[in-house]
């Protein structure tokens, strides 16, 4: 029994599908902005689900230092942030990549992997771990992200892409 349930994968968020097969019904008939963010061990089980703030239809502000405390109140060593856009459109905004690009950078600095960021709808998802590794949306999502955002962050955002799995910064 110990060596089954120490190896088990079951329950296991080991996809992108499963992430949002997961988390859909925590976001199921919000008409505002949430954001939560999942603790994963490192079987990819969560271990905690931490809700940092609700917002408005349009957005939801929340501060990197809420996020970065939940992470470490998690005691994993990587997490997944989560929010909506119940306008129905999961495309992120530049506020989204910014914002991600932050959050990655500041969890580095206590060594906890932000393994995707994902953007919920009632009907469809965005992954920006699937769209740096050009995903199969890839290519679309590269050509709307280039279209939509600002230059340099861009370019800023496919350098963190390309980064090592610990993110560290310096």
Avoid at 8 to 19: F, K, M, P, Q, V
Avoid at 48 to 67: C, H, M, N, P, Q
Wanted: proline share 2%.
């Amino acid at each position: 029994y110990y060596e089954h349930d120490r190896t088990s994968t079951e329950g296991a968020l080991t996809t992108t599908e499963r992430l949002v097969t997961y988390l859909k019904p925590r976001f199921a008939g919000a008409r505002q902005e949430k954001a939560l963010l999942l603790s994963l061990d490192s079987r990819s089980r969560v271990r905690g689900a931490y809700w940092l703030r609700e917002g408005t239809s349009s957005k939801v502000s929340f501060e990197i230092k809420d996020v970065v405390a939940a992470a470490l109140k998690g005691g994993t060593d990587s997490v997944v942030l989560c929010h909506n856009h119940p306008n129905g459109m999961a495309m992120p905004s530049r506020e989204d990549l910014q914002a991600t690009e932050n959050i990655v950078r500041a969890l580095g600095l206590v060594k906890i992997q932000l393994r995707d960021h994902l953007i919920l709808t009632e009907t469809e998802y965005f992954s920006m771990r699937e769209a740096e590794a050009g995903g199969s949306r890839g290519q679309e999502i590269e050509t709307i992200l280039a279209n939509t955002v600002k230059p340099h962050l861009y370019e800023k955002y496919k350098k963190l892409a390309g980064r090592s799995e610990e993110h560290t910064f310096q």
